[in-house]
T-cell receptor
Framework: SQQGEEDPQALSIQEGENATMNCSYKTSINNLQWYRQNSGRGLVHLILIRSNEREKHSGRLRVTLDTSKKSSSLLITASRAADTASYFCATDRRGGTSYGKLTFGQGTILTVHP | DSGVTQTPKHLITATGQRVTLRCSPRSGDLSVYWYQQSLDQGLQFLIQ???????AKGNILERFSAQQFPDLHSELNLSSLELGDSALYFC??????????????FGEGSRLTVL
């Protein structure tokens, strides 16, 4: 089963609007990462936030992490048509047999209309 | 370009057959990860190797096996193929032996179609 669950499953917005995607997870983590995937292509790393961080920015991206609620959000500001892609959160779980791997959620499909 | 190379890009084969997928990690990366992506299962972690040794195992079927060679390239072997094995197979690499060290760099994937 997936560790992370993204919400919403699909998001459709106009260029210039902000897009917010949420991710919930189940167990304690070392870090949480967001990746982007253009249709049928490889995943591209966007941002990593560690468990002791609450917010991180990178260009038009803002990520928050609430470990008490086991949730994270990714905000893309002033979206562009080129932002159209699937976005995945991935968690690096702490301890157990999950050492050394990232577990991905099902993803949010973002469509930005010109 | 992530620096991770996967071959072949596309592969069509029949049920019962065996295929080998190849991955060359980014220069300097010692860890290689294999993931399977399908519409119904999403992205599933299969297996990780670090500097030639198996490091972590996920939902990898017994019909599947992998290895990492001294030059750090990796191969994923899929045998007795079934229709349900049709998927996109990704290889990713990282510098260290734990995802806690940072990001994974993904290849463009190998799309396997089993007929």
């Amino acid at each position: 089963s997936q560790q992370g669950e993204e919400d919403p499953q699909a998001l459709s917005i106009q260029e210039g609007e902000n897009a917010t995607m949420n991710c919930s997870y189940k167990t304690s983590i070392n870090n949480l990462q967001w990746y982007r995937q253009n249709s049928g292509r490889g995943l591209v790393h966007l941002i990593l936030i560690r468990s002791n961080e609450r917010e991180k920015h990178s260009g038009r991206l803002r990520v928050t992490l609430d470990t008490s609620k086991k949730s994270s959000s990714l905000l893309i500001t002033a979206s562009r048509a080129a932002d159209t892609a699937s976005y995945f959160c991935a968690t690096d779980r702490r301890g157990g047999t999950s050492y050394g791997k990232l577990t991905f959620g099902q993803g949010t499909i973002l469509t930005v209309h010109p | 370009d992530s620096g991770v190379t996967q071959t072949p890009k596309h592969l069509i084969t029949a049920t019962g057959q065996r295929v080998t997928l190849r991955c060359s990690p980014r220069s300097g990366d010692l860890s290689v990860y294999w993931y399977q992506q399908s519409l119904d299962q999403g992205l599933q972690f299969l297996i990780q190797y670090y500097n030639g040794e198996e490091r972590a195992k996920g939902n990898i079927l017994e019909r599947f096996s992998a290895q990492q060679f001294p030059d750090l390239h990796s191969e994923l072997n899929l045998s007795s193929l079934e229709l349900g094995d049709s998927a996109l197979y990704f290889c990713a690499s990282s510098v260290g032996d734990s995802a806690n060290t940072g990001e994974l760099f993904f290849g463009e994937g190998s799309r396997l179609t089993v007929l």
